[in-house]
């Protein structure tokens, strides 16, 4: 027989009882309930790491996290898949969990050559008459045989529908059985059936949950879906034309505290002109032969004409309601 490899945990928790834990191709670790691994730390982000398991080797990946993940005693770079040894020590907040690799013996299937039971003699399958074929009702028209010509469907029915395999799964375990819910019911309800019938509820309420817990991330202009940027935006005031970037809105609203508390001055208008043409502009407001309340911005790269009344529009937009002034383009 041919040997795969299955992977476990062993997880020592801060009080030093240590248990097992089988790991699956993707298991998810973190402190909210949902994961595939719950770890009951404050220092533990909500998702913090996910380990990806084949029949051959793990690798692990920090989900960036708050407080990161060591591996060995070396912090992981979020977001990079890094390979797993067998015996390799994984500290998360105040968990210690050490990978092991245990050889087990996988069967060989049978082939379709190889018999089940003895096969009769030779004599004996001669001496069977060929069954004679069963007449049809119909005949066959144009060369297609009809209905009841055509030879009986082989094979048995599958057991159950095909299942996603866990590379098409949510990277949180979203499955088609029950991983919470079922927690909360005694075991004499812990059936294969109740853990497929609470599955149904969970694929509905755990992403919910997962939105609730996580709508932090709907607030920070560097994780915000793109159509949250414009409601971000109307908290300062701001709107976006559609000549604006997806990330030149996120790095505008990155400063918009900062441009929202010192509008109508000569940093604000200057920061919000460097964010959107990408080059920092010269305002001139103190020349002597300026007339009164009037100021000049010079960029220092073309624009085109389209360009030109875009920008003409955001510094009337973030100039002082009482100025006047003048744009200027040097030509390189």
């Known amino acids: 027989m041919a040997q795969i490899l299955i992977f476990q945990l062993e997880i020592e928790d801060p009080s030093g009882d240590r248990r097992q834990f089988t790991l699956e191709e993707s298991t998810a670790l973190g402190r909210q309930v949902g994961n595939d691994l719950v770890l009951d730390d404050q220092r533990i982000s909500r998702r913090h790491a996910l380990i990806i398991c084949s029949s051959e080797a793990c690798a692990l990946i920090d989900l960036d996290s708050s407080n990161g993940t060591y591996v060995n005693g070396e912090r992981l770079p979020p977001n990079v898949r890094t390979p797993l040894e067998s015996g390799a020590q994984i500290d998360i907040g105040s968990y210690r969990l050490t990978l092991q690799a245990i050889p087990v013996d996988k069967p060989t299937p049978h082939t379709d050559d190889e018999s089940v039971g003895p096969e009769p003699p030779p004599a004996s399958r001669a001496s069977v ?38 590379g098409d799964l949510p990277p949180l375990g979203l499955e088609r059985r029950s991983r919470h819910l079922l927690q909360h019911l005694p075991g004499i309800y812990h059936t294969e059936f ?67 508390a010192r509008r109508g001055t000569r940093w ?36 085109d004409q389209a360009q030109r009344e875009l920008i003409e529009r955001l510094i009337d937009t973030h100039k002082p309601a009482h100025t006047l002034y003048s744009l200027e383009v040097k030509r390189s």
């Open 129 to 166: 008459a060929p069954e004679e074929p069963a007449p049809s009702e119909g005949p066959a028209v144009g060369g297609v045989p009809a209905v009841d010509d055509a030879p009986p469907p082989t094979g048995e029915p599958p057991d159950s529908l095909p299942r996603a395999s866990d």
């Open 194 to 260: 109740m853990s497929r019938f609470l599955g149904l509820f969970e694929a509905i309420l755990v992403p919910i949950e997962w939105n609730v817990d996580n709508f932090d991330l709907y607030l920070s202009p560097s994780t915000a879906p793109e159509g949250f940027l414009p409601w971000l935006a109307g908290w300062f005031d701001l709107i976006f034309d559609p000549s604006w970037t997806i990330s030149q809105q996120r790095e505008l609203l990155q400063d918009a505290h900062k441009i929202y």
């Open 268 to 303: 604000a208008l200057s920061r919000v002109l460097e964010i959107y043409t990408g080059q920092l502009p010269d305002i001139v407001d103190t020349d002597s032969s300026l007339a009164p309340f009037t100021f000049k911005v010079i960029l220092s790269r073309p624009i």
